[in-house]
């Protein structure tokens, strides 16, 4: 079932014009909890993934829109 | 920290480039406010820092600028020559010697920097507008301390 | 891989209840249960008490039960002001123990949970609450235990929306929760983020951003105008410079001033150097304020000689008195006692350290040293002045002669004096350039941004508004990047549900289809329940059938593994189709826990002990008061008796009793 989610995560990474690295560090963060190798409670851990997936997401930024 | 008012800088702005330090701007203030007893308290946004202590070309000048500075005070708050206890207790509220070449303690300077802040007023009314050259300014300053002190 | 983690029932015990008194336990050994434990209790018994007991122990649901609800499960029969239901679990290897207790009096439950091995550490003081650890409550609440705990009607649960949510259940199985998790601490991100900032949105970004760009467009103004007039001031001084020689090259080519003028410029200019030099001697003595009056002088010395009469600095230092205060006897001989040194501590702050007596002192020698005589240095400096004005009145003279010789040059010149016109009206516009250059040195912040010409007050507040532009568009920019991975994370989770269902759909149908191949019935849609077609509403055993496919394609495989507890599991369902049931029991769950009837043993008990090769429990509870059963329960070994209740572990007694009694509980 975790490949179903996999897939999923990357479908929507896809769907959404993001960069497969985008799927690749959710997808990690996703197997570590799912793991219990991180907690969701650990705010150390949750920021450095945070900012990582802040990096991997592009945005427009044009304010005009 | 001795801190020259920002007037003073644009006071002296068409002279200025004569002067070796910025310093000797704040002395003609310090002076002309220490002669006349102007002090005046500015808010730090409108002075600008300078140097911590005194050049080392006011080496020997600056005590006794110093000196003078304490007479004055010794006047403005009444205190007789006489009076030990009074006189022993404004010079150790005044003067440091951990302050290297500062001399003053930070009270000390503190009350100096209200004297330029004064110093610079008592200018300008002197004089009505900023001075045009250096010798006119040197030649009337030095008219005006004299005839002042 | 993901962990494995495990619930298990290790057993519970009753007292005081409606149903007989009774413990009953699962553990085979300390770290196993039994993979299949079948209870046989009469009707009457308490089944349906014992299976609602055991929901309300597995949810907390009975902290909300009002008093004629307790009351019901008091003892119709000697009944006592007390009872308590208490069920043993493990979780991950830990013990839980869920104790409820009922106090008939006040018609509450209350609870009491420890984890460890030692149900006695219960304060019953001190009501502590349903507080299993936090990892379990995801399936120990009222809406998930439902999907765990069938008290008989299996099927018609799964297949009522009202009842069960299968669609929770599958998300926690297949630990959709983390979708969740990641989309809220993205959330939370934002919301931290945004709290810390001073504008949002898109009207703050819009004003910040006119304010850079005014400020850019204003900057670059100021520099352009700046560099023009600094270009035509370095073109005039050009010319000036050329006009200047061409004036000395005239002048030179004439012979009746050549000489006189070269005298005179020589003159003037070193009477310019003159007054230069006395300019720097003046500035230099006027930074002693005793030159520049007599007063001053005298002012300073009379201060130094009163400071050497009052014997000011004092000859001993602050730093003596520090060090006397330290002694046990004074100077005079006299003992110091605590009392003296605090005296003598204080009064040493009022003398001056030995270093400030040295600043002092060098402030006395000095005054001693450049103060000789007031009078004598005010005399030298105004001696310095005369010469000083002197010097100026000489520079004004030499310039005097020096215009004079160039008028009367300039006079029969017609050329010359047009040249000299135009060297005057250029140092006018040069002083000019450099007057209106002025403004951008103008260090002024009072004004506003169009008024002001500083060129460095406009440089930093474009420095600022840019810095606040970033922050706003930091800000924006982690808006969109949350809506963004908020909206994947969503999708993502919509996208794996649609598939684990859709997959646990055609797995579960594929195994009715050999439950009961001649049947056309089959789970069309798994949403909050299950919903059928073929037959909109089939049979019971159908359902059931249906029920069982579908929770043995649930449990089969995951990582979470909890117990499946039913009411009269093969109820319903026709023979041939018991026994395939049976065969998919070992395969739902690593324990399962079945209150069966007589009438279920012979076609679905016998399969299902062989398809978990014997690995079974096998109880049969039955109230006292029977003796011809209380005299059958005396030839067996494995017997329990409480006050109204008896307990056999036994698979003969299991399978030969035959108890019914007439009355429902």
New interface residues.
């Given amino acids: 079932m975790l490949k179903i989610i996999e897939d999923s995560i990357k479908n929507a990474v896809i769907e959404s014009g993001q960069d497969e690295s985008l799927a690749n560090a959710l997808i990690a963060w996703f197997r570590e909890l799912a793991n219990q190798n991180e907690s969701i409670d650990n705010l150390e851990a949750v920021e450095r993934r945070i900012a990582l997936v802040m990096d991997k997401t592009r945005v427009d930024i044009n304010i005009n829109d | 920290m001795f801190r020259l008012p ?1 007037k003073a ?2 006071w002296f ?1 068409n002279i200025k480039h ?3 330090f910025e310093f ?1 701007m704040y ?2 203030c310090v ?1 002309a406010g ?2 006349k007893g102007v002090k005046q308290l500015l808010p730090s946004s409108d002075t600008k820092e300078l140097i911590r202590s005194f050049p080392q ?2 080496r ?2 600056s ?6 500075f ?2 004055k005070e ?1 006047e403005k708050q009444g205190i007789s ?2 009076d ?1 206890a009074a ?3 404004l ?2 509220r005044y ?4 302050s290297l070449n500062a ?1 003053l303690s930070e009270e000390g300077m503190r009350e100096l920097n209200n004297y330029a802040n004064g110093g610079i007023e008592v200018l300008e009314n002197e004089f009505g507008h900023k001075p045009e050259n ?2 006119t300014f ?2 009337r ?2 008219k005006f ?2 005839k002042s ?1 | 891989m993901t962990k494995t983690t495990t619930l298990e029932i290790l057993g519970w015990s009753t007292r005081g209840l409606r149903c007989p008194d009774y413990q009953i336990t699962f553990e085979k050994d300390n770290e196993n249960v039994y993979p299949v434990t079948l209870i046989q209790m009469p009707n009457g018994t308490g089944k349906t008490t014992t299976l609602s007991l055991l929901r309300a122990a597995l949810s907390g649901e009975a902290e909300d039960w009002k008093y004629k609800k307790v009351l019901s499960y008091q003892k119709r029969f000697n009944p006592t002001s007390f009872g308590e239901f208490n069920v043993y679990l493990r979780y991950n290897g830990s013990r839980i123990t869920i104790m409820m207790y009922f106090d008939f009096e006040e018609g509450k439950v209350r609870y009491f949970t420890t984890t460890g091995s030692d149900p006695s550490s219960f304060s019953l003081g001190k009501d502590n609450g349903f507080r299993p650890p936090k990892d379990c409550r995801e399936i120990l609440n009222p809406e998930f235990i439902n999907f765990f705990v069938f008290d008989g009607e299996l099927a018609q649960q799964l297949l009522d929306p009202e009842f069960s949510n299968a669609e929770k259940a599958i998300e926690y199985l297949y630990q959709l929760k983390y979708f969740d998790q990641i989309k809220n601490a993205v959330k939370s991100y934002w919301d931290r983020k945004v709290s810390s900032t001073t504008a949002t949105g898109k009207k703050g970004y819009t004003q910040r951003k006119q304010k850079v760009v005014f400020l850019e467009e204003r900057l670059k103004q100021l520099k352009e105008e700046k560099a023009v007039l600094e270009n035509e001031r370095k073109i005039k001084k050009q010319e000036l410079l050329a006009l200047k020689q061409k004036y000395e090259d005239k002048l030179a080519s004439n012979a009746k001033v050549r000489q006189e003028y070269e005298l005179r410029k020589t003159a003037l200019e070193n009477a310019i150097k003159e007054v230069n030099e006395l300019t720097q001697q003046v500035i230099k003595a006027s930074r002693s304020p005793h030159n520049l009056s007599e007063i001053i002088g005298h002012s300073v010395i009379e201060l130094k000689k009163s400071m050497d009469k009052l014997k000011l600095p004092e000859s001993t230092a602050k730093e003596f008195f520090m060090e006397l205060a330290e002694e046990p006897v004074c100077l005079c001989g006299r003992p110091l006692e605590h009392e003296h040194r605090l005296y003598i501590r204080e009064r040493a702050t009022h003398y001056l350290g030995s270093d400030e007596m040295t600043l002092l002192n060098s402030i006395k020698s000095e005054i001693t040293n450049q103060i000789e005589d007031p009078s004598k240095c005010s005399q030298e400096y105004q001696d310095l002045l005369e010469k000083y004005n002197k010097a100026i009145e000489r520079r004004m003279s030499a310039a005097t002669q020096l215009d004079v010789l160039k008028q009367d040059a300039e006079s029969g010149d017609s050329e010359l004096a047009d040249v000299q016109k135009r060297i005057e009206s250029l140092n006018n516009e040069i002083a000019n350039i450099e007057e209106r250059l002025k403004i951008y040195e103008d260090k002024d912040t009072e004004l506003p941004d169009e008024r002001t010409f500083g060129i460095s007050v406009i440089e930093k507040r474009l420095e600022e508004a840019r810095e606040r532009l970033a922050e706003i568009t930091e800000t924006i920019t982690i808006k969109r990047k949350t809506d963004q991975l908020t909206a994947i994370i969503q999708l993502a989770l919509d996208l794996s549900k649609e598939q684990i269902f859709e997959h646990i759909k055609n797995e579960a149908n594929t195994r009715i289809s050999r439950l009961m191949p001649y049947n056309h019935i089959r789970i069309s849609k798994v949403d909050r329940a299950l919903k059928l077609e073929g037959q909109e509403a089939g049979s019971m055993g159908e359902t059931l059938s249906v029920a069982y496919a579908f929770m043995a394609t649930l449990y089969n495989g995951v990582e979470r593994q909890i117990p499946f507890i039913v009411d009269s599991p093969a109820n319903s369902i026709d023979n041939n189709v018991r026994t395939q049931v049976a065969e998919h029991i070992p395969k739902l769950s690593k324990q399962f826990i079945a209150f069966t009837i007589s009438s279920e043993r012979g076609s679905f008990v016998l399969p299902l002990e062989r398809a978990c090769n014997g690995d079974i429990q096998f109880f049969t509870v039955f109230r006292r008061g029977d003796p011809s059963l209380e005299e059958l329960a005396k030839k067996f070994s494995n017997v329990t008796y409480t006050e109204d209740g008896i307990l056999v572990a036994d698979r003969e007694f299991f399978m030969n009793f035959h108890k019914e009694s007439e009355a429902d509980e």
């Fill in positions: 920002l800088e644009r702005s004569h002067f070796s000797d002395y003609y002076l220490l002669v070309d006011y020997s000048e005590k006794i600028i110093v000196a003078y304490l007479t010794l020559l006489n030990r006189v022993h207790s010079v150790k003067i440091d010697s951990e001399i250096i010798e040197l030649l300053f030095s301390i004299s002190a």
